[in-house]
């Protein structure tokens, strides 16, 4: 049997036991052994919560626009991620390997990925954005990732225009993004689990 990898990273103020229960409806139904990492973020102040401690694997400082964003917050988890992905890669094919997550957590998955040297089988970008987006040009390393974007047309956390913003630029980029719209707030709705469970299926399946 063929063995896949899942990395799921959580949102932020959460932790892994978020993704960890996602992670079992996802691959529920599969035909192939599926080993999932959940990691969880570092506690740090968080500017955009008044300066709160909480899970965060980068400081937010505003989350309706892209202009102010923590560039250095960014590329040390990215640093993190990626010696993750390496450890993971040694028994995992990165061609088998997913990776994604829901609001930060799927914003990171998506700049890691765009940059990790190895092309992953694919991105799960559950309500999330691309950060650092004017940078994605000249660092990415692959330019037809295989990716899912969904997003809430309700969504008041991280509004529905940054989820265009970033489809038009990866499309652009020549990236296979596929976007499901669906009219849920800022979280998983069973819509966006469906397109989830249906997408990693469908690409699982042109493998073999």
Request: glycine fraction near 8%; aromatic fraction near 6%.
């Amino acid at each position: 049997m063929k063995t896949y990898g899942l990395i799921l990273l959580h949102g932020l103020g959460a932790d892994s036991t978020d993704m960890s229960a996602l992670s079992e409806v996802l691959i529920e139904g599969l035909d192939v052994d599926v080993r999932v990492y959940c990691p969880s973020a570092p506690i740090r102040s968080v500017t955009i919560n008044h300066g709160m401690l909480m899970p965060s694997w980068y400081d937010l400082y505003q989350l309706d626009t892209l202009e102010q964003e923590d560039t250095v917050g960014i590329q040390e988890a990215c640093e993190e991620l990626t010696q993750l992905l390496d450890e993971v890669t040694q028994d995992i094919p990165a061609d088998h390997l997913f990776i994604g997550g829901f609001s930060q957590g799927a914003a990171l998955a998506l700049y890691t990925a765009l940059r990790y040297p190895h092309r992953l089988a694919g991105v799960l970008l559950l309500s999330g954005y691309c950060p650092l987006l004017s940078s994605t040009a000249d660092e990415q390393k692959h330019g037809d990732l295989c990716i899912l974007q969904t997003h809430g047309t309700n969504d008041d956390v991280l509004p529905e225009t940054l989820a265009q913003i970033t489809q038009e630029a990866l499309t652009h980029l020549g990236h296979n993004i596929e976007t499901v719209t669906h009219h849920d707030g800022h979280g998983i709705g069973q819509s966006a689990l469906v397109a989830a469970q249906s997408w990693l299926k469908g690409v699982i399946d042109s493998k073999h």
